[in-house]
């Protein structure tokens, strides 16, 4: 079947309004409407108008993660809006262009959320399409500490997850653990970078390249991280993100799968657009010129291209207006990731200096690695007289945000019960993170007074809990 790049197609042309104006208007006496320019400038004023809050100590919550918007983020998602092309369009495929360029992929595709962004390109790995896809029974080997839908796509496609352990350390995948794993039934590896502390994508390429594996990366919580220089999510065959407010960057709902694959770009689409086999744009007919002439599975021949479908698939695309959103937040990515890693070290320096290492396992960076840390994790030592639940508790009474490491150990959760995995060489640490781990935020809208107080609350809440 001959390939198509959607990015080269035109971009739609907006959908016309429902009731168009004429030069009848100005005879009735209405003012003319304002152009385009006039109404963004309106929404940039308006936004700088908002008076921002002020920070109170011990008053004002400290969210663990937040957005960061500003005029021209919001300039963007009304200027999408006024052409009321409410589906995919010209803002998407910029969207999609720009996104693959600053994650450093030949492709990336946009969905509607980080989940979803899993969703398909697990899936896409059990297209029939593709040489070497997977089967159900397959095992797939991945962490129990993390956030469930890395894992839910593995089940839900009906292969096999295997769990293995973390490290203290930097709460990530454990490497030798991860190669013991490997049985004759493995065929692919699918982890997320722990709260923007990239795992050790180079060693775990590299066992995937000599074991003939597939590898994905979640890089949901991670955007911007490297391994030796080299940005995560080129080292595998799929990379997903997120585009929730808690991320990187937002687009309020929103997520991405990137990949370097020209067949997989197209098993991508698919699977995200219903399953067809037709690669037309929203709005677009005949892209491949021969709409009515293709012969397929058992269907008359010459049936409309634009019905075949090639996937059991899913309708999981992103909006025009989110793509705007996106685009805008983009330029503003690398500011983002720079105000994470200085909160990030601002906390450690600040921890060490109030003598909390005592109580706590500081989080440390993947050897070679440079985070694009997510959050500030933080567990209590063993010996410790500190209960993680009554301290998250009076954290969150002293304002303070908390977090734990998401499932903790997803096969103690209520929805893995009854579904099929293997665990390989125990999950010790992922119990340990269950039960002692926590974190705080270092999102870019967190200042030099919320690290303070946040310092300054858990140093209270430790003093209180142990006099």
Not at 192 to 214: Q, S
């Amino acid at each position: 079947m001959p390939g198509h790049d959607r990015s080269s197609a035109a971009p739609p042309a907006p959908e016309s309004p429902s009731t168009p104006a004429g030069p009848q208007d100005g005879a009735r006496g209405r003012a003319p409407a304002p152009d385009r320019d006039t109404i963004l400038d309106l929404c940039r004023r308006f936004h700088r108008a908002k008076l921002p809050q002020s920070f109170v100590a011990g008053e004002s919550y400290i969210p663990c993660t937040g957005k960061v918007v500003d005029e021209d983020d919001l300039a963007a998602l009304i200027d999408a809006s006024l052409d009321m092309w409410l589906t995919a369009g010209r803002f998407a495929d910029r969207f999609e262009d720009r996104l693959a360029e600053v994650f450093g992929t030949k492709h990336a595709r946009a969905v509607c959320s980080g989940s979803a962004a899993n969703l398909v390109a697990f899936s896409s790995l059990c297209s029939p399409t593709l040489e070497g896809h997977l089967e159900p029974g397959d095992e797939v080997v991945t962490v129990a500490a993390g956030f469930p839908t890395t894992v839910a796509p593995i089940v839900q496609n009906r292969c096999v997850p295997v769990f293995v352990d973390v490290d203290l350390a930097t709460h990530n995948v454990d490497v030798d653990r991860l190669a013991g794993a490997i049985g004759p039934k493995t065929r692919a590896i699918m982890i997320a970078h722990t709260l923007g502390n990239p795992f050790a994508a180079d060693a775990v390429a590299e066992i995937a390249r000599e074991r003939d594996l597939w590898m994905v990366e979640d890089c949901c919580d991670a955007f911007g991280a490297t391994v030796g220089g080299k940005r995560i999510g080129t080292f595998g065959d799929l990379a997903t993100l997120s585009f929730y407010p808690a991320h990187h960057v937002t687009t309020g709902e929103g997520g991405a799968v990137m990949t370097d694959g020209g067949r997989l770009r197209r098993v991508v689409e698919s699977m995200r657009d219903w399953g067809r086999d037709c690669w037309c744009a929203p709005g677009k007919d005949n892209t491949c010129g021969r709409r009515f002439e293709w012969e397929m599975g058992d269907l008359p021949a010459g049936y409309d291209h634009k019905y075949i479908y090639s996937h059991l698939g899913y309708n999981l695309k992103m909006t025009d207006m989110q793509a705007a959103l996106g685009l805008s937040q983009l330029d503003k990515l690398p500011g983002f990731i720079a105000r994470r890693r200085e909160n990030h070290a601002w906390l450690t320096r600040a921890f060490r200096a109030a003598g909390l290492e005592e109580h706590f396992i500081l989080p440390e960076a993947t050897p070679g690695s440079e985070p694009s840390w997510f959050g500030f994790i933080l567990t209590i030592r063993d010996g410790s007289r500190l209960d993680r639940r009554a301290l998250t508790r009076r954290l969150e009474e002293r304002k303070v945000g908390t977090r734990l490491l998401f499932g903790g150990n997803l096969v103690r959760q209520p929805a893995f019960k009854g579904v099929e995995y293997r665990v390989s060489g125990g999950l010790e640490v992922t119990d340990k993170v269950m039960r002692d781990s926590f974190w705080i935020g270092v999102w870019p809208g967190l200042g030099p007074a919320h690290l303070q107080y946040m310092v300054d609350a858990t140093l209270a809440t430790i003093r209180e809990g142990l006099a």
